[in-house]
């Protein structure tokens, strides 16, 4: 008998470095994330837009572990990671820049670099120095590893930021608007950069953004609204309407 094969068949889980599906999301009782879906397939930038407070730092925080789903799951290159910590969930492979940053200003630019090795398996040994790669990205950290990292302009900071989070060796680059707050030319840089954090080393990306120029080097983006995911696809068709509709521009 002849079957009928319409159906186009779902990429297997090790082709997606990330899979959230249907996960709800409460505050209390207020409902934030209803049913959301999200992936990123391995090796794509992925982005999610969507207006102020609609949930999408709730959904990062969700994915990181430090929100409890009430129901979902989410897995990571495969294997469940939906209820694992933070922590272990850092050390799986997801490095997380939060919204508004969170470098320490007490230490140096250098000491926030090597914070990011306690990400690693294997955990910091104490002898690590910062691999030249990190300064090929950011080269303006360089010529101020042993200055105070709260002495940084905000482009800086945000540099430093995703820097530390790479020296964890992530396979997931998780980043929370990292350009809110940030003049032109630095958001210019901070683009090339993950851009080509994610030709360079295959790391995959999930950003939020709000910078339509930064949202078109992204493969594919998620748009949300009131917690629930309400468009999706690649970029390059992303048209005007979902732009205006979802976009701050
Ligand atoms: N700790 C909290 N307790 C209760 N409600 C919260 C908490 N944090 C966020 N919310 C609410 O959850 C909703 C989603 O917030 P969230 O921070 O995820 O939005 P967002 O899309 O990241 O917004 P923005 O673009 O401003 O960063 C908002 O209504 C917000 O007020
Ligand atoms: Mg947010």
Redesign the pocket.
């Known amino acids: 008998m002849n079957q009928v094969t319409a159906d186009l068949p779902l990429p297997s889980p090790t082709q997606l470095m990330l899979q959230a599906s249907g996960l709800n999301v409460y ?2 009782e ?1 409902h ?1 994330l209803r049913d959301v879906d999200l992936s990123v397939p391995a090796g794509q930038m992925v982005c999610l837009i ?10 990062l ?1 969700t994915i990181m572990g430090l929100l409890k789903p009430r129901t979902g799951t989410i897995t990571l290159a495969g294997e469940s990671i939906t209820s694992k910590s933070p922590d272990k969930r850092a050390k799986l492979g997801i490095g997380y820049v939060p ?1 508004g940053r969170e470098i320490i200003p007490r230490l140096t630019v250098k000491e926030n670099l090597l914070l990011g090795l306690e990400a690693r398996p294997s955990g910091r040994k104490g002898n690590e120095e910062v691999p030249e790669e990190i300064f090929a990205l950011f080269p303006v950290l360089k010529s101020m590893l042993s200055r105070m990292g709260g002495d940084l302009s905000g482009g800086q900071q945000q540099q430093l930021a995703i820097a530390r989070a790479l020296m964890g060796k992530p396979k997931l680059l998780v980043l ?2 990292p350009t809110e707050g940030i003049q032109p030319s630095i958001i210019l840089e901070i683009e090339a950069a993950v851009r080509r954090i994610v030709q360079s080393t295959g790391i995959s990306v999930l950003l ?1 953004e ?1 910078h339509l120029h930064f949202v078109r080097q992204a493969d594919r983006y998620y748009a ?1 609204q009131k ?1 629930g995911i309400v468009a999706s696809g690649v970029t390059s068709e992303l048209s005007n309407e979902v732009i205006q509709k979802f976009l701050a521009v």
């Open positions: 505050y209390g207020s934030i969507g207006r102020n407070g609609v949930g999408k730092t709730t959904l925080k919204q929370d608007e939020v709000q949300m917690g």
